[in-house]
């Protein structure tokens, strides 16, 4: 079997996830060898689905999480994220909502699909977070959009998305909008002739009539729903029975409504499992109809249903429990893979980001950005241990740069001097109890730099025995670090000490190389860029989405009759001459936002960001008097009997990539301010913008 095909077979049955026909073990049985070919990350999943089918959890779970570790060895990021959604639904299936959450949040670190988006929404709704629900569910339908073609799996993803969305507006109490997607569901199956999608949406009918009291109608949807899930073909009924008896349960809520007692005890009768909110509607019914006995019995079957449910969650609990136990050290290291995997891609990746880089200002963002995406901080800082002393001149609290403190080695009152001193990292996840602080200091109290925190990580960093720093990072909220957290931030510690070990021996060329680099980029006459550092400023600033609010203005000046300056008084007044200029037009153009390049010779350039046409023709024009009022005399100039310039200028579009277009342009307008007699200021308009 290709390829192709054997995952496309991966996918299909990774995805029944125990419900509906189950051939699963027999197909997948005989695919072993052509997944193994292909990669241990298929040989893996192929055996998590096989598990699944055969109801063997803590099997599942070690498959998958191995088929994960073998995905990102390679990085191969869908399978991690497929991978991942196939764990979350198991973990639904179980009631484990929270760590359902944490496999669809770790598929959407490295790839952001719809199935992810829609599974986090149906969490969120079932924990009754509607809003939060709501918005996942909003990004699914983005990421489907999109696209220009779908497969059968997509299209019936768009009927699961609009179903969610449907309960959403009916948790929100939308019955309006809750309907408008109940007849999306509808719509969408009868396109694709999914039978039991086109039941389900007439269930959601049912019950958004219900909602607007308009019972007739709901009747009427439910009665259609009713009959498709009867009537489906018997290898669909276990997946539907569930669907079957809440209609029976939604038909029983509107005869009640209309005092069709007995018809709605005959709707819950045909429940073969009961849930409370069935004996609640029976009791009501029976108790409307005076029926003493049966109320009575009732009451017994209720007791001894809750007696059995008692029963039943304490072994999913111990079931739940023993799986968890029994999958912890496989989960604990692939967790490990897709922790770093998620923000860098590899531990190696973002190694080599620190190691790299030339400065700690460098490496603290780096940090930041990494750590920021794997665990919450409300606090991180950055210090080096230099002569007795702990400098932390890297502090972020809320993503606000902190003034710079010290702290001695020798202090007995500090937990990062603890650290220093003894070599070892700590993790406190309740700073003010009086044992953790008893540990690390002489006087158990605590004096905050900046606002107070809970959960500390406290981590040095060295290379090989030799302590050159410090990463402290803290957060409001208590019990908020794991030994995990501890781990990841140690090993990012570990790349840091080599990094310094590095500076070290390299610091003084750096240094010179910055030097050299600056003046590589500053024309040596004027003091501003010179052209070869303009294509970074541009790139940055046009860089992004397009904006139709934002435009970046490229101006284009030159002196005007230079050549003729040069040739009357010489090239030492000639430099002399473009040195005042620039002095002048700096205070105008390279301030602020604004940046002003040599381009060569007499010729200028100029970026200005987020300005309009009429307020950049301003700034010129106060520009262009302003180099006229230096009363630099020039008796060749057939303009002014002072050096003049002349301005050209065009606005284009921010985030548009060919802004080669806009230096086109404003050199066209500069030709034209030429033309038009010089000493003047001309504007060409984008016409494609």
């Known amino acids: 079997m290709s390829k192709e095909k054997v995952i496309q077979v991966l996918e299909e049955y990774g995805r029944i996830n125990n419900i509906g026909p189950d051939d699963r073990v027999s197909i997948l049985s005989e695919l072993e060898e052509d997944a193994r070919k292909i990669g241990l990350e298929y040989e893996y999943y192929r055996q998590a689905i096989i598990a699944a089918a055969l109801r063997k959890d803590a099997e599942t779970v070690s498959f998958a ?20 959604i196939f764990l979350g639904i ?15 949040i770790s598929a959407l670190k490295v790839e952001q699909t719809a199935r992810a988006y829609n599974n986090l929404g149906d969490i969120y709704l079932l924990i009754g977070a509607a809003e939060e629900a709501n918005t996942m569910l909003d990004k699914a339908l983005e990421i489907l959009d999109k696209q220009s073609e779908y497969t059968l799996y997509e299209q019936r993803l768009y009927n699961t998305i609009f179903s969610n969305k449907c309960e959403v507006d009916v948790a929100r109490g939308k019955y309006k909008e809750a309907k408008e997607n109940a007849v999306k569901v509808i719509e969408t199956s009868i396109a694709i002739d999914d039978i039991l999608g086109i039941g389900y ?9 219900r909602l607007l009291g308009d019972v007739d109608n709901a009747l009427i949807h439910l009665k259609k729903s009713e009959d498709i899930f009867v009537n489906c073909d018997e290898q669909y009924m276990s997946q539907v029975i569930g669907y079957l008896e809440d209609v029976y349960y939604q038909e029983s809520l509107c005869l009640k409504s209309l005092g069709k007692y007995e018809d709605a005890i005959v709707k819950l009768n045909s429940i073969t499992q009961y849930q409370a909110r069935d004996f609640d509607i029976l009791l009501e019914c029976y108790k409307a109809l005076g029926d003493q006995k049966m109320i009575l019995k009732t009451y017994e079957s209720f007791f001894t249903f809750v007696m059995n449910d008692e029963k039943e969650k304490r072994l999913r609990q111990k079931e739940n429990f023993s799986t968890t136990v029994a999958v912890y050290e496989t989960e604990k290291k692939a967790n490990e893979y897709e ?7 590899s531990i190696s990746e973002i190694g080599k980001q620190i190691i790299s880089s030339e400065k700690l200002d460098d490496v603290l963002l780096a940090i930041h950005s990494h750590v920021d995406k794997i665990m919450s901080f409300n606090s991180l800082a950055l210090g080096m241990v230099i002569d007795g002393l702990i400098e932390y001149r890297w502090v972020l609290e809320d993503n606000k740069r902190l003034e710079p403190f010290f702290v001695s080695v020798d202090n007995r009152n500090s937990f990062s001097s603890w650290v220093i001193r003894n070599k070892k990292a700590i993790r406190l996840n ?3 109890t009086p044992e953790e602080l008893k540990r690390y200091k002489e006087v158990p109290d605590i004096k905050w730099y900046g606002n107070k925190m809970d959960s500390m990580l406290v981590v040095p960093i060295q290379y090989k025995d030799e302590i050159f720093g410090i990463i402290n990072i803290q957060s409001k909220e208590q019990y908020n670090y794991t030994e995990y957290d501890l781990e990841v931030i140690t090993m990012l510690a570990s790349f840091i000490g080599v990094a310094m070990k590095n500076w070290q021996g390299t610091y003084a060329l750096k240094e010179a190389n910055e030097k050299l680099e600056e003046l590589s980029k500053t024309d040596a006459l ?12 541009v790139e940055d600033l046009f860089r992004g989405d397009v904006d139709k609010e934002e435009y970046i203005s490229v101006v284009m000046m030159d002196i005007d009759h230079f050549k003729e300056y040069n040739d009357t008084y010489g090239h030492i007044d000639g430099d002399r001459c473009i040195i005042s200029i620039v002095d002048v037009l700096r205070e105008y153009l390279d301030t602020g936002d604004n940046r002003m390049f040599r381009y060569g010779g007499d010729e200028f350039v100029a970026i200005i960001p987020y300005m309009k046409e009429e307020e950049i023709h301003k700034l010129l024009e106060v520009a262009r008097q302003a180099v006229e009022s230096l009363s630099i005399p020039n008796k060749k100039s057939k303009v002014s009997k002072y050096v003049t310039c002349s301005f050209g200028y065009t606005l ?7 802004y080669q277009r806009a230096f086109y342009l404003a050199d066209e307008a500069l030709y034209q301010a030429k033309a ?5 200021i001309a504007f060409v308009k984008d016409e494609v913008r």
């Open 676 to 680: 038009n007699g010089k000493n003047t």
């Open 652 to 658: 284009v579009q921010k985030g548009k990539k060919d």
């Open 430 to 432: 309740d700073v003010l």
């Open 339 to 345: 922790l770093l995997y998620s923000s860098t891609k």
């Open 90 to 104: 198991l973990y639904r299936m179980k009631y484990q909502y929270d760590t359902a959450f944490k496999h669809y």
């Open 526 to 537: 004027t003091g501003i860029k010179n052209r070869h550092v303009l294509s970074e400023i």
């Open 201 to 209: 949406g007439h269930t959601l009918m049912g019950l958004t009539y």
């Open 65 to 84: 999480m191995k088929a994960i570790d073998e995905a990102m060895k390679i990085g191969n990021s869908h399978m991690v994220s497929e991978i991942n």
